[in-house]
C-alpha cells in the first residue's frame, strides 16, 4: 500500500500563485505514474498535470502554460506549481497514482480517475476575483 500526503494550497487573489506537494510513503513500481487532479463543487474530477516514469508531462488544456508538475527529488515530493491562477481554478484538488503508466496517458478521459489505485487526502484551492 502507497499512502499520499498533500501539503500547500490555500486562498489567493486571481493572478497569484500557489503550490502544492505530495509525498508518497514509498516510490515503487506503484508510483510510476503520478498526477493532480481537481474537483470543483458540482462537476466531475477531472485530471489537470500527470507526471510518469519515461514520459513527458501532460497538462489538461485549461492548465497548459500555468501549471507545471514536478519533482522535487530533495523532498522527495511530486509538486504543483499554479501561476496566473484565475477564479475557475478554485477547487478540491487531490494527487493520485497508479503502477500503470497509461493511467496517465489517459489523464484526458473522462473516466480517468478511476483508472488510480493511490489517492492524496485532498487540498482546498480558492481563486478570488
Known amino acids: 500500500q502507497v499512502q499520499l500526503v498533500q501539503s500547500g494550497g490555500g486562498s489567493v487573489q486571481a493572478g497569484g500563485s500557489l503550490r502544492l506537494s505530495c509525498r508518497a510513503s514509498?516510490?515503487?513500481?506503484?508510483?510510476?505514474?503520478v498526477a493532480w487532479f481537481r474537483q470543483a463543487s458540482g462537476t466531475e474530477r477531472e485530471g489537470v498535470a500527470a507526471?510518469?516514469?519515461?514520459?513527458?508531462?501532460y497538462y489538461s488544456d485549461s492548465v497548459k502554460g500555468r501549471f507545471t508538475i514536478s519533482q522535487d527529488n530533495v523532498m522527495n515530493t511530486i509538486d504543483l506549481k499554479m501561476d496566473s491562477l484565475k477564479p475557475e481554478d478554485t477547487a478540491m484538488y487531490y494527487c493520485?497514482?497508479?503502477?500503470?503508466?497509461?493511467?496517465?496517458?489517459?489523464?484526458?478521459?473522462?473516466?480517468?480517475?478511476?483508472?488510480?489505485?493511490?489517492w492524496g487526502q485532498g487540498t482546498q484551492v480558492t481563486v478570488s476575483s
Open positions: 514509498r516510490y515503487t513500481t506503484d508510483t510510476n505514474c
Open positions: 507526471f510518469f516514469t519515461g514520459g513527458l508531462p
Open positions: 493520485a497514482a497508479d503502477g500503470d503508466i497509461s493511467a496517465c496517458m489517459a489523464l484526458g478521459d473522462s473516466e480517468a480517475s478511476t483508472r488510480f489505485h493511490y
